[in-house]
Protein backbone atom coordinates (compact mmCIF):
# COMPACT_ATOMS: atom_id res chain seq x y z
CA UNK A 1 0.00 0.00 0.00
CA UNK A 2 1.51 3.12 -0.88
CA UNK A 3 2.20 5.71 1.98
CA UNK A 4 0.39 8.84 2.02
CA UNK A 5 2.70 12.15 1.74
CA UNK A 6 1.77 14.88 4.06
CA UNK A 7 2.38 17.79 2.32
CA UNK A 8 5.18 20.06 4.82
CA UNK A 9 3.66 23.63 5.22
CA UNK A 10 5.78 26.45 5.80
CA UNK A 11 7.70 27.33 9.37
CA UNK A 12 8.13 30.66 8.78
CA UNK A 13 6.12 32.91 10.74
CA UNK A 14 4.46 36.28 10.05
CA UNK A 15 6.30 38.85 12.57
CA UNK A 16 4.35 41.94 11.29
CA UNK A 17 1.63 41.88 13.84
CA UNK A 18 4.45 41.36 16.85
CA UNK A 19 6.42 44.20 15.64
CA UNK A 20 3.63 46.51 15.37
CA UNK A 21 2.64 45.53 18.94
CA UNK A 22 6.55 46.26 19.98
CA UNK A 23 6.37 49.86 18.05
CA UNK A 24 3.20 51.07 20.00
CA UNK A 25 4.66 49.74 23.60
CA UNK A 26 7.53 51.95 22.66
CA UNK A 27 5.75 54.67 21.63
CA UNK A 28 3.37 54.65 24.53
CA UNK A 29 6.66 54.62 26.97
CA UNK A 30 8.29 57.42 25.00
CA UNK A 31 5.11 59.41 25.26
CA UNK A 32 4.22 59.01 28.91
CA UNK A 33 7.97 59.12 30.37
CA UNK A 34 8.95 62.35 32.00
CA UNK A 35 12.37 63.71 31.49
CA UNK A 36 14.08 64.14 34.97
CA UNK A 37 14.19 67.61 35.54
CA UNK A 38 17.81 69.38 36.48
CA UNK A 39 18.24 71.23 40.03
CA UNK A 40 19.34 74.80 40.05
CA UNK A 41 22.10 73.37 42.22
CA UNK A 42 23.52 70.18 42.75
CA UNK A 43 21.28 68.63 45.24
CA UNK A 44 22.87 65.34 47.08
CA UNK A 45 19.30 63.81 48.65
CA UNK A 46 19.76 61.88 52.39
CA UNK A 47 19.51 58.19 51.95
CA UNK A 48 16.56 56.48 53.35
CA UNK A 49 14.91 53.31 53.46
CA UNK A 50 11.23 55.01 52.68
CA UNK A 51 9.83 54.74 49.46
CA UNK A 52 6.76 56.66 49.63
CA UNK A 53 5.85 57.96 45.80
CA UNK A 54 5.95 62.08 45.80
CA UNK A 55 2.54 63.37 44.41
CA UNK A 56 2.49 64.68 40.70
CA UNK A 57 -0.02 67.80 41.70
CA UNK A 58 -1.20 70.00 44.61
CA UNK A 59 2.72 70.36 45.55
CA UNK A 60 5.40 72.81 45.82
CA UNK A 61 9.11 71.76 46.51
CA UNK A 62 11.34 73.52 48.15
CA UNK A 63 14.74 72.76 47.10
CA UNK A 64 17.34 74.24 49.40
CA UNK A 65 21.02 73.85 48.67
CA UNK A 66 24.28 76.28 48.53
CA UNK A 67 22.58 78.03 51.39
CA UNK A 68 19.81 79.32 48.87
CA UNK A 69 16.56 78.64 48.80
CA UNK A 70 14.33 77.84 45.10
CA UNK A 71 10.62 77.12 44.83
CA UNK A 72 8.98 74.72 42.17
CA UNK A 73 5.44 74.81 41.86
CA UNK A 74 3.46 72.32 39.65
CA UNK A 75 1.00 73.15 37.28
CA UNK A 76 0.96 76.23 34.73
CA UNK A 77 -1.83 77.57 36.32
CA UNK A 78 -0.72 77.77 39.35
CA UNK A 79 2.19 79.23 38.74
CA UNK A 80 1.08 81.74 36.54
CA UNK A 81 -1.50 82.53 39.40
CA UNK A 82 1.12 83.06 42.01
CA UNK A 83 3.63 84.95 39.45
CA UNK A 84 1.04 87.94 38.74
CA UNK A 85 0.50 87.79 43.44
CA UNK A 86 3.54 88.03 43.87
CA UNK A 87 4.02 90.90 41.16
CA UNK A 88 0.96 92.46 42.44
CA UNK A 89 2.81 92.60 46.09
CA UNK A 90 5.83 94.10 44.87
CA UNK A 91 4.31 96.53 42.45
CA UNK A 92 5.89 94.67 39.76
CA UNK A 93 3.62 94.08 36.36
CA UNK A 94 4.16 91.02 34.31
CA UNK A 95 3.23 90.77 30.42
CA UNK A 96 1.07 87.12 29.42
CA UNK A 97 4.65 86.21 27.56
CA UNK A 98 6.71 86.65 30.81
CA UNK A 99 3.50 84.56 33.04
CA UNK A 100 3.74 81.68 30.29
CA UNK A 101 7.63 81.62 30.27
CA UNK A 102 7.51 81.04 33.74
CA UNK A 103 4.73 78.80 33.80
CA UNK A 104 6.98 76.39 31.84
CA UNK A 105 10.00 76.88 34.14
CA UNK A 106 11.06 74.33 37.41
CA UNK A 107 12.75 75.37 40.38
CA UNK A 108 13.30 79.35 40.70
CA UNK A 109 15.48 80.82 43.51
CA UNK A 110 15.29 84.49 41.85
CA UNK A 111 14.35 87.63 44.15
CA UNK A 112 11.34 89.62 42.87
CA UNK A 113 13.25 93.10 41.74
CA UNK A 114 15.22 90.97 39.80
CA UNK A 115 12.19 88.40 38.10
CA UNK A 116 11.08 90.86 35.04
CA UNK A 117 15.01 90.72 34.34
CA UNK A 118 15.34 87.05 34.28
CA UNK A 119 12.51 85.96 32.68
CA UNK A 120 13.03 88.35 29.61
CA UNK A 121 16.39 86.55 29.31
CA UNK A 122 17.33 83.97 26.39
CA UNK A 123 16.65 80.62 26.87
CA UNK A 124 20.52 79.55 27.38
CA UNK A 125 21.79 82.85 28.80
CA UNK A 126 19.20 81.87 31.47
CA UNK A 127 20.24 78.37 32.11
CA UNK A 128 23.79 79.87 32.68
CA UNK A 129 22.46 82.70 35.36
CA UNK A 130 24.05 81.77 38.43
CA UNK A 131 20.86 82.28 40.46
CA UNK A 132 20.86 83.85 44.03
CA UNK A 133 17.82 82.11 45.65
CA UNK A 134 14.68 83.47 47.14
CA UNK A 135 15.78 85.86 50.10
CA UNK A 136 14.05 84.23 53.41
CA UNK A 137 15.31 86.36 56.04
CA UNK A 138 12.85 86.14 59.01
CA UNK A 139 12.96 89.74 59.37
CA UNK A 140 12.17 92.33 56.95
CA UNK A 141 12.89 90.95 53.81
CA UNK A 142 11.33 87.38 53.27
CA UNK A 143 9.98 86.64 49.85
CA UNK A 144 10.17 82.90 50.48
CA UNK A 145 7.21 83.43 52.80
CA UNK A 146 4.97 85.37 50.15
CA UNK A 147 5.75 83.16 48.02
CA UNK A 148 4.57 79.82 49.49
CA UNK A 149 1.44 81.75 50.75
CA UNK A 150 0.45 82.95 47.44
CA UNK A 151 1.45 79.65 45.91
CA UNK A 152 -0.90 77.50 48.65
CA UNK A 153 -3.76 80.88 48.52
CA UNK A 154 -3.82 80.05 44.21
CA UNK A 155 -3.63 76.24 44.58
CA UNK A 156 -6.25 76.95 46.83
CA UNK A 157 -8.61 79.13 44.46
CA UNK A 158 -7.85 76.80 41.16
CA UNK A 159 -7.86 73.54 41.97
CA UNK A 160 -9.91 73.72 45.89
CA UNK A 161 -7.13 71.86 47.52
CA UNK A 162 -4.81 71.84 49.94
CA UNK A 163 -1.49 72.46 48.68
CA UNK A 164 1.26 70.23 49.91
CA UNK A 165 5.23 71.30 50.95
CA UNK A 166 8.15 69.18 49.90
CA UNK A 167 11.49 70.16 50.94
CA UNK A 168 14.71 68.87 48.74
CA UNK A 169 17.52 69.48 50.52
CA UNK A 170 21.81 68.65 50.36
CA UNK A 171 22.72 66.33 52.50
CA UNK A 172 25.52 68.07 53.68
CA UNK A 173 23.28 71.19 53.84
CA UNK A 174 23.93 73.50 57.12
CA UNK A 175 20.92 72.71 59.49
CA UNK A 176 20.24 76.74 59.82
CA UNK A 177 19.21 77.00 56.31
CA UNK A 178 17.07 74.20 56.52
CA UNK A 179 15.85 75.49 59.62
CA UNK A 180 15.20 79.22 58.33
CA UNK A 181 12.89 76.91 55.62
CA UNK A 182 11.14 75.31 58.39
CA UNK A 183 10.34 78.19 60.56
CA UNK A 184 8.86 79.96 57.09
CA UNK A 185 6.37 76.71 57.24
CA UNK A 186 5.67 77.06 60.90
CA UNK A 187 4.58 80.60 60.43
CA UNK A 188 1.69 79.68 57.60
CA UNK A 189 0.83 76.85 60.32
CA UNK A 190 1.92 74.82 57.90
CA UNK A 191 3.57 71.53 60.74
CA UNK A 192 3.18 68.93 58.05
CA UNK A 193 5.53 68.45 55.09
CA UNK A 194 7.64 65.85 53.20
CA UNK A 195 11.31 65.36 53.12
CA UNK A 196 12.52 64.57 49.59
CA UNK A 197 15.32 61.33 50.03
CA UNK A 198 16.86 58.89 47.89
CA UNK A 199 16.66 55.44 48.13
CA UNK A 200 19.14 53.87 50.16
CA UNK A 201 21.04 51.18 48.73
CA UNK A 202 20.89 47.54 50.38
CA UNK A 203 24.30 46.49 51.53
Same mark, same amino acid.
Do not use: H
Given at each position: ?25 ? *? ?19 A??V ?9 ? *???? #? ?8 ? #? ?14 ? #? ?5 ? +? ?15 Q ?17 ? #? ?9 ? =?F ?26 ? +? ?20 ? =? ?8
Amino acid at each position: MPRVKIKRKSTSTDMTAMCDVAFLLL *TFFILTAKTKTPDPVPIDTPASTVTIKQPEENIA *TLVV #GQGKVFIDIT #GSKIREATLESMGQKY #GITFTPA +EKARYANMQAVGVPMNQMKQFLNMESDKREDFKQP #GIPADTTANNE =LFNWVREARIADKEINSAEMRISIKGNSK +EEYPTIKKVIDILQKQKVNKFS =LITSLRSAK
